[in-house]
């Protein structure tokens, strides 16, 4: 339905207006009728459509002028879909009669201009501004969706700022206008119109720092709305013409931002008593998500901290990534200030419209040595950044406990972008630890990669990447969900010492006491510890199968022991927690177990390998032992990958 | 699907568990058998469900034993419908073989004593509470809807407090249970179990000051969720039992709050390192909203100021409401303080549950001199009180500003219970006058009449009810818009004048200078002013009929004039506005409008009596010219009324 206009004539008089194109006069005739009109006629200029509402039967007015009843509540509509050359060009005349003859006993008159104004975005997502697209007011998912798309300008153009384009009310430089998306304001009229008349270009205030709007004059770029200006006032202007703006999304989908940003224009005309809006269009943008991207996405970049000590470590990673072909970034010990903990302070993500793709680096709210790294070595042109800070945090604030999942299809339910894996304290516990708010409430606002949320904090450091990874595979789901398994590794054990190798030892040549396999399956705390162990991580197991949708064949249980400390009952690895791997396409790095040596072979790396290569999984076994394990981490924790965007967009979608 | 729970065997030992009915045990049978096993078979106890799952082929298992061949991720998945009688009296045996021959190599048992656990709320909303609602922990919309329904405790069931009983952790009164949602934890199983097992109920810490809950100890209430407290823990009983709970709704649906509240269930066992969950069980509630009453409801109970002067006014008034029946309640002047604005400081509502009806009066943030009058005379026994408050306020705050319209049906989209009406600035302003964002937080909040914003304030003030109301009328949509019209105030005078009446003076008698109809006409000024304020409310007009889907037919033009203020450019009604009248069923208390005087009739109460007498209607017009009408105010802003809820049950409206 258009948009309907009340509009009121008077006997005697001709009424002057402008009409914008698409909506519809509403006219009442029998209101100002004089009292003894019986009959009315209506005449119009060509090309205006005219119709007459009674009782809600609308009949449509034909050029044969006829006579008609005049009856209480006859509502005259007018339309006219093309736009003017001249002022007032446009003529209705409603005549009453007080009988059938020829004989008028008043009239009035109705005299247009009609304009053509439209407000217009990339509603239909191809990258370019359609006209007037008929859905740019709302937004919807899926690949029949439409909405147009707005970037969170969070990359860092500008060479001689330290913070992010979105943090200033500039036009960081031409480049920068590639990271907005682009509004044009398009009018078509005469080449003359009556004075007064002005646009007002205007936002709610609680979107003002969501968005910010620049006026293109020719090159010279003004800040229009945003921050404090809520509206912009323009005066109409003649002939065809367009306004080109660009429009900058200043922050990502949050707990109190649902990622919608409306933009308004109205016509103002000039009144007697203030001004009076007499057309209002409107555009709808929604911000695009920060996006996670699962191990099986293709690897890009690696990074890793140089710190004292880690060199060998440093030299096998190295190792594993060139087999990859990927980029490998060192960050430099001055710069890493000893914190080694790569996985930890940032996680890789994106963002993405159709007219632009945006790596965008999340900065964890841990600050510990690393935490000028993002904003320093990744923040600059084309890679963005955004954080959330937290006065408190706690160790499940580590982004090591911050995982996403590959597509999965749930009960029927797509995921095609998979789920955002956080670890948490147990559901019923009210004094665990975990992850803060702000974070959560940040990854559940982006939407597209519903989180699951699974119990970590039965583990010392408490992160998710200690107990689960995922491996790309050929077949099934096109992955594997990686556990670890004290279940698993006792049952190994138990088989070894059956074959006689009970005095076979662990840590051989290691920084560590060596142990006996033996001295392991009689460790009744040991035992009791991994019964423990791997109800939590069985607890998890089910959950991420009703989660994921996953079936047993869908997931790999590793070797692996944890103990547990009797004062606080939290668990970490007694040996080097394999499942903690780096995973770079085929090529997975994983931290070297030192277990048991068999005739010279470790059986808990066959293990490993046994149930891994056969998806053609390429195993590197690295020493962390001293460098990582001993503190705590493993290869995971001490790296980090930037890989590849999905092929799919986002917005196609269904949500 | 029923969820499973992930549970390991080992050869040679007896595994003991407790199941809980309507889950499934999922155990690995391949990874524990013996190295030489080939084949397996299942033996177990009457009564038991039990399949084998390999490749996701799920297959029952018969109770005629057969050797199966064992492979690799061979799942037995077991079941049982009924509790058990004593302590592991179901037994399921997996037997491995080497070859077909009847010499087992090993066998493992499970032993487990099924349970039954249900925690129930009155999920069908029929005022019971039933056992294990299939659709207990979900809530959804509609007549064929499920859910359970809390009552936000906002009554004062305790003679000796000052604030509503959900304002304490206490149970104010045995009346009080009445206000709160039953919840029955129900268990089943033998009279002895094996000691160590809890039941802990929790909430998240979002919720603790949305939701609380009482335990029932056979009359001994005791708080044990809610506020400070997120979890209760209590040991697990014997035989068949029943725990007793009421749970406490606290704040209605607001901007942070979706109104649903999920309360959930664990049962732990105790194990060598802390205590594991082995089954969790989820009720969810909704709080129901609180509801406005159009005008079309019967009013039950009428409200008015008693101040000094107005005695004239309140004996017409008291005769318009002792004809509609109602109760009138004066609200004496030490209580009022000369606050005469009754409809301003108040809005009557109520919220509803299948146990339950609470008439809530929302008081607004305005708190002039009646402030003190919502809590001392509304507030009591099974009568809410519900408010947000602002620091700043504007006229717009006031309740003369919130209205709701009778239900609609727009372009096929339901409203049945009517829709919410705020009077607000023109949306191209970003200086104007709004109600404080935690009043419409809250309003758009409840959801059920989802709100429409007007423009208001072109009024000085900007009240809704000074240019609208609804009317009951017997035809059509049940009901009518009155707009209040200056384009038809001036057709009529003018109508006069060319009868000859132009010297017939306004306002004979009252205390103001009399007006005649031609200074009327020929005062430029006040033409123009009217001009303006048409466009106001036609804009309105506008909106009312696209938001509420109504037609030309559905709208009532009543005369009225304006004139602005030159300075600040807002308007106030020229004579007493008769659009500001109280509607009680079909008698109708409109401001009497003191026009001009024709043969002894003023033709501006003919006009509305030949407007709204055709509805069946009563036109009762009171003199509140001196002791409201000066004042901006009139017959509406001077009162208020409660009114009967509606027939239809919120929650089975569709949204």
């Known amino acids: 339905m258009s948009k309907q206009r009340t509009l009121r004539m008077e006997c005697g008089k ?199 709007v620049f006026l293109n004059d020719r090159g010279r770029l003004t800040h229009v709305l945003g921050d404090q200006k809520l509206s912009f006032v323009a005066n109409y202007m003649f002939g065809k013409k367009e306004y080109d703006f660009y429009v900058e999304g200043l922050t990502f989908p949050d707990k109190d931002f649902d990622g919608l940003v409306t933009i308004n224009l109205s016509l103002l005309e000039s009144m007697a008593v203030g001004e009076a809006p007499i057309f209002t269009d409107q555009i709808v943008f929604r911000m695009a998500p920060w996006i996670m991207t699962p191990n099986t996405l293709a690897p890009e970049e690696v990074f890793v901290c140089s710190v004292i000590g880690n060199e060998k470590f440093l030299k096998e990673f190295k190792a594993v990534v060139e087999k990859s072909k990927c980029k490998l970034t060192i960050c430099p010990e001055y710069m890493n200030r000893r914190d080694r903990w790569m996985q930890d302070e940032i996680e890789f993500g994106y963002t993405e419209a159709p007219h632009k793709y945006l790596p965008v680096v999340l900065d964890s709210p841990r600050n510990r040595e690393l935490k000028d790294f993002p904003y320093q070595a990744i923040l600059g042109p084309d890679f963005g950044h955004v954080t959330r800070q937290s006065d408190v945090v706690n160790s499940l604030d580590s982004f090591g406990n911050l995982e996403v999942s590959p597509p999965v299809t749930v009960n029927g339910k797509e995921y095609p972008m998979g789920r955002i894996i956080i670890g948490s304290a147990f559901p019923t516990t009210s004094d665990g630890r975990n992850m803060a708010k702000v974070i959560r409430d940040f990854l559940y606002a982006q939407k597209v990669q519903s989180p699951v949320e699974l119990f970590s904090d039965w583990l010392v450091v408490g992160h998710v990447d200690e107990f689960m990874t995922f491996v790309p595979a050929p077949d099934r789901k096109g992955f594997r969900l990686v556990l670890c398994s004290p279940d698993a590794c006792c049952k190994l054990f138990k088989r070894l010492k059956q074959e006689g190798h009970g005095e076979a030892q662990m840590f051989e040549g290691q920084n560590a006491a060596p142990v006996k396999i033996n001295e392991i399956l009689s460790n009744q705390k040991l035992l009791n510890d991994n019964v423990y162990v791997q109800q939590c991580v069985d607890w998890n197991r089910d959950v991420l199968k009703r989660e994921l949708g996953l079936d047993e064949e869908d997931i790999i249980d590793i070797p692996v022991l944890f103990t547990v400390d009797q004062q606080d009952r939290r668990a970490m690895s007694f040996f080097p927690d394999m499942v903690n791997m780096i995973v770079l396409g085929k090529y997975l790095g994983i931290p070297k177990p030192f277990g048991p040596l068999i005739n010279g072979k470790c059986p808990l790396e066959s293990a490993v390998r046994s149930a891994l290569e056969p998806l053609g999984l390429d195993c590197n076994f690295i020493d962390d032992f001293a460098t990582y394990h001993l503190k705590l981490g493993e290869v995971h924790c001490g790296s980090n990958v930037r890989r590849k965007p999905f092929t799919l967009k986002w917005w196609n979608m269904e949500i």
Chains 1, 2 share one sequence.
């Open 14 to 212: 001709t009424t002057q207006v402008n009409y914008v194109l698409g909506t519809e006069l509403s006219i009442d005739v029998y209101k100002p009728s004089p009292p003894r009109s019986q009959l009315f006629e209506i005449r119009f200029s060509p090309g205006i459509k005219c119709s007459v509402s009674h009782q809600q039967r609308v009949a449509p007015v034909t050029e044969d002028v006829v006579k008609s009843v005049l009856r209480k509540g006859t509502i005259l509509l007018v339309r006219q879909d093309k736009t003017s050359r001249d002022v007032n060009d446009n003529k209705v005349t409603v005549t009453f009669y007080e009988d059938k003859s020829n004989n008028p006993i008043d009239k009035m008159t109705l005299q247009f201009t009609a304009v053509s104004i439209s407000l217009d975005v990339d509603a239909d997502r191809d990258g370019k501004v359609e006209e007037n697209h008929p859905s740019k007011a709302s937004w919807s998912w899926g690949p029949n969706g439409y909405g147009a798309i707005l970037l969170v300008n969070c990359d860092k153009d500008d060479a001689f700022s330290s913070m992010p384009d979105n943090t200033d009310n500039l036009v960081n430089s031409r480049s920068d206008l590639k990271d907005m998306s682009r509004m044009i304001l398009r009018t078509e009229g005469p080449q003359v119109l009556q004075a007064g008349y002005k646009f007002q270009l205007y936002i709610s205030a609680s979107e003002r720092y969501n968005v910010r």
